[in-house]
């Protein structure tokens, strides 16, 4: 499995695992409060997801530098996460933001 495929298959596979999941604990979240509040919480575990999976790489690192062995492959693969982690968090910010943000202007409006 190359890194593109290693990167695409979390993206698609937590997707397709998870999303029956995470639609039910949102609908359940918003039946009980804030909508926003629910999707947050969702971004929130994908974002874990992606953070553990960054970790288990760099403790594959740490197994190779300990063995002596080069981990040039496993370093590039940490780099790649860490900028889907990265470009991820952005997102889920600026989501957040501005539906917040639109529902200030809509509560004024109204």
């Known amino acids: ?10 993206n698609f596979n937590y997707a397709d695992n998870t999303l029956s999941e995470m639609t039910q604990k949102a609908r359940a979240s918003a039946q009980t409060g804030s909508w926003l509040v629910a999707l947050a919480t969702i971004m929130g575990e994908i974002a874990n997801k ?7 790489k760099a403790s594959e690192i740490d ?24 470009m991820f968090t952005e997102a ?6 501005s539906v917040g943000e639109g529902n200030s202007a809509l509560a004024r409006k109204q």
């Open 92 to 97: 889920t910010n600026n989501c957040i933001k």
């Open 63 to 86: 197994t190779a530098a300990n063995n002596e062995e080069p981990a040039n492959e496993l370093t590039a693969e940490l780099t790649a996460l860490s900028q889907l982690f990265k």
């Open 1 to 10: 499995m190359s890194n593109v495929d290693g990167a695409s298959s979390f």
């Open 50 to 56: 992606m953070s553990t999976q960054m970790i288990e």
